[in-house]
């Protein structure tokens, strides 16, 4: 054991603690047919837990971790930390990025012993832990190599080692029994046409991602492949904007029914959508997988990367998740990291605890707006009219056929309230 956080005990349901204590998480809880920890399956996120440095763009690290110190010593004893405050969350996952576990070698072949080290010693931890990987990544954006993008890079040599990272980082998923692998283009996109051939990298970008879904199925990982979608931060025209531009990229290359998404609430909001708008739409075109749960400050505009703390709007991406179906391979990563100013290792804790305890709620009012069924009940009723033969039928007529109909029944359409202050009276019942 390390001594990083010091006597903090595991943390317990105890709704009525003064203390260290999930208030609303009930791990054995049963929620719609299902226990909540396998409704939720939380994940920590390992980049910003235990990597980030509590930096932001005016000024340098606030974070004093014993580990920062890029070297494999360090790498260990962040490993260690690691998983101490899995077990003291009994978090069921974890998910992280090459570049999160280990130290930058001189070259690629050291980048990898150092990465596989550490692999080494997650496996041997997993052994006796109860938390999972729900995902792997390659970080393909923070090195000052992918400034231009990775597999959308001018280079070819710089998209030969992104390959080569994502095939590293794919096997070790894959070894560790990871659910799901997830592809993040933070550089893939462009500042300015002037210097940008945009065909051919978008080119580029389907073929790279055909080639990751190639060799999941050479190796026999049997977990999703996700992308996760971005907008404008850090590049300006994104490639993979929204779920929809994603889906559009899918489709040109056939790979629609290969690729799933990882959904971030910061990166619906940074691209003008909701967050339970973007999970309805990957669930309405198939490609729902999982979700980053996060939060932006509205009024700074930009990717914050907060705790989540508001229940109505965790509520309505929950109520979204369990119309879909509820997660398969995916679940809830806390992809969140502590103000800069939250120094002390028991606000780690505390953020994850108040984040678990936040989704809690949203499922359990998600669930129970489900069962009282007013919210599904009055969008059958706004769409009724489309259950009649005659409605029906004119989705396969002509023009020319519908327009006679119009004339032949002199219809006179007039328009129906949307009702939308009612519903939102509904959901406010529940929040």
Not at 131 to 156: E, K, V
Not at 278 to 292: N, P, Q, T, V
Request: charged share 25%; glycine share 8%; net charge negative.
């Amino acid at each position: 054991m390390t001594q990083f956080f010091g006597d903090i005990a595991p943390l317990n349901y105890d709704p009525q603690s003064d203390g260290l204590a999930f208030r609303h998480y009930n791990p054995d809880a049963m929620v719609a047919g299902k226990r909540m920890e396998d409704h939720l399956r939380f994940a920590v996120a390992y980049w910003h837990s235990f990597a980030w440095p509590g930096g932001d763009p005016f000024g340098g690290q606030t974070f004093a971790r014993p580990w920062m110190d890029d070297t494999m010593a360090g790498a260990r004893l962040k490993a260690d930390v690691a998983f101490e405050m899995f077990e003291l969350l009994n978090a069921p996952y974890f998910c992280f990025h090459d570049a999160d576990i280990r130290p930058e070698g001189a070259s690629f072949a050291e980048s990898r012993r150092n990465f596989e080290e550490i692999i080494d010693i997650f496996e041997a931890k997993m052994a006796t832990s109860k938390t999972r990987l729900l995902w792997g990544t390659a970080n393909l954006f923070s090195n000052r190599r992918f400034m231009s993008g990775a597999a959308t890079n001018p280079d070819p040599d710089i998209y030969a080692w992104s390959a080569a990272t994502v095939k590293l980082c794919l096997d070790a998923t894959h070894r560790l029994g990871g659910e799901n692998y997830v592809l993040w283009g933070g550089r893939e996109g462009y500042e300015t046409l002037l210097n940008t051939d945009l065909s051919q990298e978008l080119d580029h970008m389907g073929r790279f991602l055909a080639k990751v879904v190639d060799y999941k199925h050479k190796i026999g990982f049997k977990g999703a492949i996700l992308v996760e979608p971005k907008p404008q931060e850090p590049t300006k025209h994104q490639y993979d904007y929204d779920v929809a531009t994603v889906y559009g990229n899918l489709k040109r290359f056939g790979l629609e029914g290969e690729v799933q998404m990882n959904i971030e609430q910061g990166h619906a909001i940074l691209a003008g959508h909701s967050f339970e708008h973007e999970i309805a739409m990957a669930a309405s075109l198939g490609i729902f997988g999982s979700i980053d749960m996060n939060r932006n400050d509205y009024q700074s505009g930009w990717d914050t990367d907060q705790f989540p703390n508001n229940v109505p709007e965790v509520a309505l991406a929950y109520y979204e998740i369990l119309k879909a179906g509820g997660f398969t391979t995916g679940g809830t990563n806390f992809d969140a990291k502590l103000r800069r100013q939250s120094l002390d290792p028991v606000d780690l804790i505390a953020a994850h605890a108040g984040a678990m305890d936040v989704c809690a709620r949203g499922l359990k009012a998600a669930a129970a707006m489900l069962e009282d069924g007013s919210l599904e009940a009055a969008r059958a009723e706004r769409y009724a009219g489309w259950q009649t033969p005659a409605a029906k039928a004119m989705l396969d007529a002509d023009l020319a056929t519908i327009a006679a109909r119009v004339e032949a029944e002199g219809l006179d359409p007039q328009p129906v309230s949307g009702r939308q202050e009612i519903l939102e009276n509904i959901v406010n019942r529940f929040v």
